[in-house]
């Protein structure tokens, strides 16, 4: 599969998120405005750790779902990370031909189900077993339509989307008072959770650092992360804006009927990388991600207090 495919993959599912997410339109003029350019540091998906029986036989829908499409499409795991606390863990995957083809690093994680209360792993279970009987390994869509970059990247594309049906209100309400992760992902299911600006390709004196991205954007009224996460001395200093709030659907346990509700969807990351001393006497950009920044990222789409109350109501 040739890095065509994967270019015209991710070009197909920015369009989706960034229509969805315009501060991602925001920072895309505001550095083009001034001069600069635009590039995509890492692009991160969630998902969930469990096995469905399906006629054709189990369907993993966590990490192992996902990187069949990765590994397809060229790229290899390049480092793993693990977050007890809240029971996700993670692998960043990373193209051979990231440089030559400028693509993007991808960060897949997911939710441990077996390691939640008995109650809300049940009901997790129950609501994505709904998947269809013919739901099966991605990689189909690779034979399908073998040799056609385009096609591909386009059967591809509904991947990046729900694959259950609609969850039930006091479902997502139950399970996001023990994990957001696991409430969005019932909501959203494998659709992108953020893109990420790569400040180090800006080449513009005007947002030549994270700092002054992150303040243009807040001058221009994007809501942004308070903090910016991580250091120099570690190579990685990253932040993001604030997650967008769409009406999602979901279903009435009382009347059996859909009915929205406002939750959070996406929100899009800022990066800068810097050199690390890899032996002596010479340095590279550091390529990976570190642990700290993700839990904190990952934060990013929870509810706020006032939110999770006014949905109760």
């Given amino acids: 599969m040739t890095p065509r495919t994967a270019l015209n993959l991710f070009s197909l599912l920015w369009q989706n998120y960034s229509a969805r997410v315009t501060y991602a339109r925001t920072y895309q003029q505001m550095i083009t405005s001034a001069g600069g350019?635009?590039?995509?540091?890492?692009?991160?998906?969630?998902?969930?750790?469990?096995s469905i029986d399906r006629p054709q036989g189990k369907v993993?829908?966590?990490?192992?779902?996902?990187?069949?499409?990765?590994?397809?499409?060229?790229?290899?795991?390049?480092?793993?990370?693990?977050?007890?606390?809240?029971?996700?863990?993670?692998?960043?995957y990373r193209h051979p031909q990231q440089a030559e083809f400028d693509l993007p690093k991808l960060f897949i994680s997911e939710l441990i189900v077996d390691e939640l209360p008995d109650k809300i792993a049940q009901l997790i279970v129950q609501t994505v077993s709904t998947i269809?009987?013919?739901?099966?390994?991605?990689?189909?869509y690779f034979h399908?339509?073998?040799?056609?970059?385009e096609v591909i990247a386009q059967q591809l594309?509904?991947?990046?989307?729900?694959?259950?049906?609609?969850?039930?209100?006091?479902?997502?309400e139950e399970v996001n008072n023990i994990t957001q992760y696991g409430a969005w992902v019932l909501l959203h299911g494998y659709a992108v959770n953020h893109f990420t600006g790569y400040v180090n390709r800006h080449q513009t004196p005007?947002?030549?650092?994270?700092?002054?991205?992150?303040?243009?954007?807040?001058?221009?009224?994007?809501?942004?992360?308070?903090?910016?996460?991580?250091?120099v001395t570690w190579g990685l200093r990253q932040t993001a804006t604030q997650a967008v709030k769409e009406m999602?659907?979901?279903?009435?346990?009382?009347?059996?009927?859909?009915?929205?509700?406002?939750?959070?969807?996406?929100?899009?990351?800022?990066?800068?990388?810097?050199?690390?001393?890899?032996?002596p006497g010479k340095e590279a950009l550091f390529d990976?991600?570190?642990?700290?920044?993700?839990?904190?990222?990952?934060?990013?789409?929870?509810?706020?207090?006032?939110?999770?109350?006014?949905?109760?109501?």
Avoid at 37 to 50: E, M, P, W, Y
Avoid at 83 to 89: G, M
Avoid at 144 to 149: A, L, M
Avoid at 252 to 270: F, H, L, N, R
């Fill in 37 to 50: 350019t635009v590039a995509n540091d890492h692009i991160a998906f969630r998902s969930l750790r469990l």
């Fill in 60 to 92: 993993n829908l966590g990490i192992g779902y996902l990187s069949q499409i990765a590994e397809a499409l060229g790229y290899e795991p390049a480092g793993e990370y693990i977050f007890p606390q809240t029971h996700l863990y993670a692998l960043h």
């Fill in 132 to 140: 269809p009987d013919n739901f099966t390994s991605p990689v189909k």
């Fill in 144 to 149: 399908q339509e073998k040799g056609n970059d």
């Fill in 157 to 172: 594309q509904k991947v990046f989307t729900r694959p259950w049906l609609t969850p039930r209100r006091s479902v997502v």
């Fill in 206 to 231: 005007e947002y030549a650092d994270i700092d002054h991205t992150a303040r243009g954007l807040a001058n221009l009224g994007v809501p942004m992360k308070a903090e910016i996460e991580g250091d």
């Fill in 248 to 279: 999602v659907t979901v279903i009435d346990d009382i009347s059996g009927q859909e009915v929205e509700i406002p939750w959070t969807y996406a929100y899009y990351e800022v990066a800068q990388r810097y050199p690390l001393q890899v032996e």
């Fill in 288 to 313: 990976g991600f570190l642990g700290n920044n993700a839990q904190q990222l990952f934060e990013m789409t929870r509810l706020a207090e006032c939110d999770t109350a006014r949905i109760g109501k």
